[in-house]
C-alpha cells in the first residue's frame, strides 16, 4: 500500500514535507501501530465531543476537561489556519511568552487528538495535559500546539499567529517573544516558519527533518536537539545547521545544539529509535530560562551550565 494509502484518502504526501520524513511514512505504512489513547485521553476526547457540539463560536476555546495539576487544555479553531490545543498559566499576570509546538508526521493521521497521542509523549502538550511538565513551562509560557494533516506551510502558521495575536483567541501574548518549536516534521516546520515570518524570537527544532539556509534564520536564536542514535532522521542535519549559524557569526548562545548519546524510541514505535530526543529535549528546564531570555532584536546574557548527561555543542 502506498503512502496515500495510509493517509486514509487525504491524498498524497505533501511537497512541504521533507524526505526523511516521506521516507519514515512510507516505512511505516505497512506496519503502522495503532495506539490505543489511555483512560485520562478517552475521557478528554468524550468530553470534547460534548462541549464541541454546544460550540457555536468557532473561534471560542472550549475547555476539554482535561485537568491535571491545575492545568487545562483548551481547544481553539481559527477558521483561516488550524484547529489548536491551548494552555495558558492559571496564575499568569500580563502578557505571555508563546511557546508554538507543532507536530510531527506521526500525528499528521486523525484529528487534534491526535497531538495528545502515546507517541507524542514528552512533548510540551501531552506534558501539560498529564500534569508533567517542568514549572519553569507550566508556569511561564502559553502553549499552543496546532493540528495539520497537510505539512507545515509559512502563510498559514502567519495567518495563524495573527489569530493568536487578536482578542478571538482568548490569550495576552506578547509579540516579541513569540517561540517556534516543533519535532521531526514538526522542527524543520518551525525552522521554516522562523525564516519565512521572521515573528518569532527563537525557535526550538527537536529531530528536525530538513533545515534552511543559516542566512535566513540570522537574528533567530535557535537551540536544537538531536539523538546521536536517531535511526530517522541522522543528527547531522541538527549539527549542519548549527555549525552553519556560527560560520555567520552567530555566539554559541544564539546558536546552541544539544546531541544525546542515546536518545529513545516514541513509545509505540519501538524500531525509531532514538527519535524521541523530545522527551528528554522538552524536559530540560535551562530550555524554557533560555527561551525567556530571547526577544526580538534583543541579544542573550550567557546561558547557565550544561548538564552532564547531553554533549552541548
Do not use: C
Not at 506551510?153 to 517573544?177: K, Y
Not at 534564520?217 to 549542519?240: C, M, T
Not at 530560562?289 to 532584536?297: F, H, K, S, T, V
Request: net charge neutral; proline share 9%.
Amino acid at each position: 500500500r502506498d503512502s496515500g494509502d495510509w493517509l486514509m484518502g487525504w491524498g498524497p504526501l505533501p511537497a512541504s514535507m521533507a524526505a526523511a520524513d516521506q521516507r519514515a511514512l512510507a516505512a511505516a505504512a505497512p506496519h503502522r501501530r495503532i495506539v490505543r489513547p489511555g483512560a485520562w485521553h478517552r475521557g478528554a476526547r468524550a468530553w470534547a465531543a460534548v462541549v464541541g457540539a454546544a460550540l457555536a463560536v468557532e473561534a471560542a476555546p472550549v475547555a476539554m476537561g482535561e485537568e491535571a495539576a491545575g492545568m487545562t487544555l483548551l481547544r481553539v479553531r481559527d477558521p483561516n489556519s488550524y484547529e489548536a490545543f491551548v494552555y495558558s498559566p492559571p496564575d499568569a499576570v500580563g502578557p505571555l511568552p508563546l511557546l508554538l509546538y507543532l507536530h510531527g508526521a506521526g500525528e499528521m493521521q486523525g484529528d487534534l487528538d491526535a497531538v495528545l497521542s502515546e507517541g507524542a509523549t514528552g512533548t510540551p502538550p501531552v506534558a501539560l495535559a498529564r500534569g508533567s511538565a517542568p514549572p519553569e513551562l507550566a508556569h511561564s509560557f502559553a502553549v499552543v500546539a496546532p493540528h495539520t494533516r497537510r505539512g507545515w506551510r509559512p502563510a498559514e502558521l502567519g495567518r495563524f499567529l495573527d489569530f493568536l495575536l487578536s482578542p478571538s483567541s482568548g490569550l495576552a501574548l506578547d509579540a516579541a517573544r513569540l517561540h517556534a518549536t516543533g519535532h521531526s516534521m514538526g522542527g524543520h516546520g518551525a525552522l521554516v516558519a522562523a525564516a519565512a515570518t521572521r515573528r518569532f524570537a527563537a525557535v526550538v527544532p527537536v529531530a528536525a527533518s530538513g533545515v534552511v539556509d543559516a542566512k535566513a534564520l540570522q537574528g533567530i536564536a535557535v537551540w536544537a536537539f538531536h539523538g546521536k542514535n536517531d535511526v530517522i532522521v541522522p543528527s547531522r542535519y541538527s549539527e549542519d545547521l548549527v555549525q552553519g549559524l556560527r560560520s555567520r557569526g552567530a555566539s554559541e548562545e544564539v546558536a546552541r545544539l544539544t546531541l544525546y548519546e542515546a536518545a529513545p524510541a516514541p513509545p509505540g514505535w519501538p524500531s525509531y529509535q532514538g527519535h524521541a530526543s523530545t522527551i528528554p529535549a522538552y524536559a530540560t528546564p535551562e530550555l524554557y530560562q533560555w527561551l525567556l531570555r530571547q526577544r526580538l532584536g534583543v541579544s542573550a546574557p550567557s546561558p547557565a551550565p550544561a548538564r552532564p548527561e547531553r554533549s552541548d555543542i
